[in-house]
């Protein structure tokens, strides 16, 4: 079964650190561009980060900019965001995402919006305490 399966969530505190994984089941990652999105209570869902495999770009929101890291590994056939020095205001369900490569823009994966993703994961709350 095509599925992304999410794992590491949790309750943190301020300026603590936390790794989200994503791990593909039936599909290849290799060809596919992925990101990270979350929504807040109440808020809009955010696209954070995002890499294409194709040419190796990657962008990240300015919210997370220089706290938060994307990656993939092609032999767990799984991707990644490892957050640092994590606020209040990162307190949201995290979920990823993936495209086929294809599919991205000129510009990037940055001018992918979530409706432009074929496969997600199920979300996983991270909590951030002040």
């Known amino acids: 079964q095509v599925q992304l399966v999410e794992s590491g969530g949790g309750l943190v505190q301020a300026g603590d650190s936390l790794r989200l994984s994503c791990a593909a089941s039936d599909f290849s990652l290799e060809h596919y561009a992925v990101g990270w999105f979350r929504q807040a209570p109440g808020k809009e869902r955010e696209g954070i980060s995002c890499?294409?495999?194709?040419?190796?770009?990657?962008y990240y929101a300015d919210s997370v900019q220089g706290r938060f890291s994307i990656s993939v590994d092609n032999t767990n056939n799984s991707l990644y965001l490892q957050m640092t020095n994590l606020k209040p205001d990162d307190t949201a369900v995290y979920s990823c995402?993936?495209?086929?490569?294809?599919?991205?823009?000129?510009?990037?994966?940055?001018?992918?919006?979530?409706?432009?993703?074929?496969?997600w994961g199920q979300g996983t709350q991270v909590t951030v305490s002040s």
């Open positions: 995402s993936a495209t086929p490569d294809y599919l991205m823009p000129p510009a990037g994966c940055s001018d992918l919006g979530w409706y432009d993703y074929t496969f």
């Open positions: 890499s294409s495999r194709s040419d190796g770009r990657t």
